[in-house]
């Protein structure tokens, strides 16, 4: 009798699972809370650092989808833990009893609202990352006029004690120079500037970008964070920051602020956590069984982690997460049999 | 700006505020700064809305000029603040109002140290027994006399005879509201709407018919700072902060600056006269200057006080402007006469700014 | 006029908007290299001239971007162009020619 595989989140980490776990030949169900599959990815635009439409991988996860049970608009309602399998009530009235449980809950995009001295939602002129992505997508942004000064800020809510995230992000550093290339594309005559603390350009191609940034697109980067936003009478916004490198106070005006909101652990994968009592690590994300041999595996059998469940990564590594944690079940399945 | 991102940010920051029955503490320098000022708002909270405010004459200093000034060590001042704590106890009062910023960030700051180090809060207790011979407490709600004229704005608004408008246009005063640092700044949960978009006075603005300006350099220092008035050398540094904002503010054209600091307003209306004599520069209409006031004048402004009674006559800047857009009556013959008549003398007049 | 005994104080603050981009531009225009600086200090490191006066080309660099051409110039006036800056750099920049246009364009008054 085939196994009962179930998938909880159904952004990238979740669908590529499903594809990988169906075609090893076991029972799939896959829940998302949200109307549509993708997670953040069906809301951005194009990936760093070549710039590939998101789209794409999004149509190539889905493809593989195909005749995967599935379940959109649906949350976990609540578990029971029986000796080898789980009891799952799902908020669609539906009952599964689960072999294996992989959590591919994600992540939330860190508020931005909560940097109060950065005036998100206050001030005319500033938004996010994920709000560049969407104008991007629709091209439909009140809040972006032709600006002829851009500035992005990395960091916003990571590596940032005050919010209570100590930890990097990860990703904000390429996304913010990927889309600080976009912005001057779309507005050649603007001025563009990152406001960075440490630029952390770790993955292949990425250095490329940051130096295509530089030469191509003559994007100015100043090392200091950015310690207050304020409004011009003329609505644009007035920037303080440190020039770290000439230790020396700066101001800026400019028209369009960009905050790189980081990541934060998901609400939703921390209330399935506590269902299934997980530990997490003083970063919030999910702590695995092992640090090194067993990143897929929680310390409770049966129970699978894949993405930024256990902590920010990019989207390749997510992906391969996906992979691996579809072999870890498979052998897991193997074993209990 | 989005008025409604404050309106959200407002509703995070707000902090309970009793009704009645304060045991109140007054600042050491308001009184010669703004000599109405505390005068004011025993009247309008005692005699107009009624409350119980008490005070007495054996309070102190809270030692805050000292303490900030490198003069006293901390541990001297928890104890000079232990002794004001403990007779609002004696005289049967848990709430505790001051009328002072500094002292309003130096009591949060004290009971939060002690909330934190409960061996040195015995230590204080002991401090104050041994000195006094006083029974230790702290009080149950600490707060600024600004919370509270916030939390009655609305019933001051209901007996207002004029408003924050100007009566011939029928528009809104447009008014900056400047913020003690120590108000909110080291504990935003403290303060009536945290510290980035206090809300403090810009209610009271909002309830008394004016606009809020939110400028630029809104958010910094007066330049006061203690160590930076007191000695003469660092005093271009105070002013050059004063400047700094008058810059800032200058293209919205405010009619008025409102403050709840006891420093604030006192540089930022005396420093518009360095300003005008050594850059020939002023910020109002007609080589006047923007009136800088503490709540409680602005306060009893509305409540329709005589101007001189509220002491506007001892500021730098002539509140005559704003007196005339608010449409308040007052008699410039009277400006410097005292009670019963007396004459103060008159200052001299300035060229440089009115 | 009134001596007060102090005056307002002089700012040390970089005012990106009072910045004049011309002479940026045209240094960017005929050295393309020169964006690509990413502050790393090699060249400041290795220079000759820098062990005994303030000389460094990322300071120059920088100073050029936030307006301050004077500064750029003082940063270079004791270069003695041997080019140990131009062996260092890992972004590849001729530092050397670089120093020598921003002579040229900076110095014309």
């Given amino acids: 009798m085939k196994k009962n595989v179930l998938i909880i989140g159904g952004g990238p980490a979740g669908m590529e699972a499903a594809h990988q776990i169906n075609k090893l030949g076991h029972n799939v169900i896959l829940i998302e809370k949200e109307h549509d599959l993708g997670g953040h990815l069906a809301k951005w635009d194009r990936l760093f650092p070549t710039g590939r439409n998101a789209r794409e991988v999004l149509d190539t996860l889905k493809e593989n989808m195909k005749g995967i049970n599935c379940f959109t608009d649906t949350e976990v309602k609540s578990i029971n833990i029986l000796k080898e399998s789980y009891n799952v009530i799902l908020s669609n009235g539906i009952t599964i009893l689960a072999d294996a449980v992989l959590i591919s809950s994600g992540f939330d995009l860190f508020d931005a609202h909560k940097k109060e001295e950065y005036g998100y939602g206050i001030y005319d002129h500033v938004i996010t990352n994920a709000d560049l992505e969407k104008y991007y997508k629709t091209h439909n942004d009140e809040r972006i006029k032709n600006p002829k000064r851009i500035g992005f800020v990395h960091c916003v809510g990571s590596r940032d004690e005050k919010v209570g995230n100590i930890a990097c992000s990860k990703v904000c550093c390429a996304t913010a120079v990927k889309q600080a290339c976009e912005i001057k594309e779309e507005f050649k005559d603007a001025e563009v500037i990152c406001f960075y603390m440490d630029l952390r350009m770790f993955g292949r191609g990425y250095e490329d970008l940051y130096l295509k940034a530089q030469k191509e697109y003559g994007i100015r980067f100043i090392r200091g964070r950015v310690s207050e936003v304020s409004e011009n009478i003329d609505k644009s916004l007035q920037i303080k920051a440190e020039d770290t490198l000439s230790s020396k106070p700066m101001k800026v005006s400019l028209d369009l602020l960009v905050l790189m909101a980081g990541m934060r652990p998901s609400k939703s994968g921390n209330d399935i956590g506590k269902m299934l009592e997980l530990s997490t690590m003083e970063d919030g994300f999910f702590n695995t069984k092992d640090d090194f041999n067993n990143l897929q595996q929680s310390k409770r059998p049966g129970v699978f982690y894949a993405g930024v469940a256990t902590g920010p990564k990019t989207l390749p590594e997510t992906l391969n997460e996906a992979r691996s944690a579809a072999l870890e079940i498979h052998n897991y399945l193997a074993e209990t049999l | ?354 | 006029m009134i001596d007060f005994g102090f005056k307002l104080s002089p700012s040390s603050r970089i005012d990106l908007d009072k910045v004049d981009r011309t002479l940026l531009k045209r240094i960017a225009d005929m050295e393309p290299d020169f964006k690509k600086c990413m502050a790393c200090g090699s060249c400041s490191a290795t220079c000759s001239a820098g062990a005994y006066k303030a000389t460094s080309m990322r300071r120059a660099i920088l100073a050029l971007q936030n307006g301050l051409t004077n500064k750029a110039l003082e940063e270079l006036e004791s270069c003695m162009l041997c080019g140990k800056c131009t062996l260092v750099c890992p972004r590849g920049i001729n530092t050397r020619h670089l120093i020598l246009s921003i002579q040229k364009i900076c110095g014309e008054k």
């Fill in chain 2, 1 to 354: 700006m989005i008025y409604e991102g404050k309106q959200k940010i407002w509703s995070d920051y707000q902090k309970e505020i009793p009704d009645d029955h304060y045991f109140y503490v007054r600042s050491c320098i308001r009184q010669s700064f703004f000599p109405a000022s505390e005068a004011a708002f025993l009247h309008i909270t005692r005699n107009i809305l009624n409350k119980d405010i008490f005070e007495t004459e054996h309070h102190t200093t809270c030692g805050g000029i000292a303490y900030h000034s490198d003069a006293i060590p901390q541990e001297t001042a928890m104890t000079i603040i232990a002794r004001q704590f403990a007779l609002m106890k004696k005289y049967g009062y848990e709430n505790y109002v001051c009328s002072c910023i500094t002292s309003f960030g130096l009591y949060c700051e004290t009971m939060e140290t002690w909330r934190e180090f409960p061996d040195l809060k015995e230590k204080i207790a002991e401090n104050l027994w041994k000195s006094c011979k006083l029974e230790f407490a702290v009080p149950k709600f600490l707060v600024h006399a600004s919370d509270m004229i916030y939390k009655y704005r609305n019933q001051i608004a209901a007996h207002a005879k004029f408003k924050l408008v100007d009566h011939k246009t029928g528009k809104p005063l447009k008014v900056v509201e400047h913020i003690g640092c120590h108000y909110s700044k080291m504990f935003p949960s403290k303060g009536v709407g945290g510290a980035e978009y206090p809300y403090v006075l810009a209610g009271m603005i909002e309830a008394w018919g004016g606009e809020v300006v939110d400028y630029p350099e809104r958010r910094h220092c007066c330049g006061f700072g203690f160590r930076q008035y007191f000695v003469k050398s660092n005093r271009g540094y105070s002013l050059s902060n004063t400047y700094k904002k008058f810059e800032s503010m200058e293209p919205y054209e405010p009619d008025l600056i409102i403050t709840n600091c006891p420093g604030c307003p006192y540089f930022m209306d005396r420093w518009q006269y360095v300003i005008a004599e050594s850059e020939g520069k002023t910020y109002g209409k007609n080589g006047h200057g923007i009136p800088v006031m503490t709540y409680e004048e602005v306060a009893g402004l509305v409540l329709g006080f005589d101007p001189w009674d509220l002491g506007l006559q001892t500021h730098q800047i002539g509140p005559e402007p704003l007196l005339d857009k608010m449409g308040i009556p007052y008699n410039p013959e009277e400006k410097y006469k005292g009670k019963n008549g007396k004459d103060l003398g008159q200052p001299r007049q300035l060229d440089c700014i009115r």
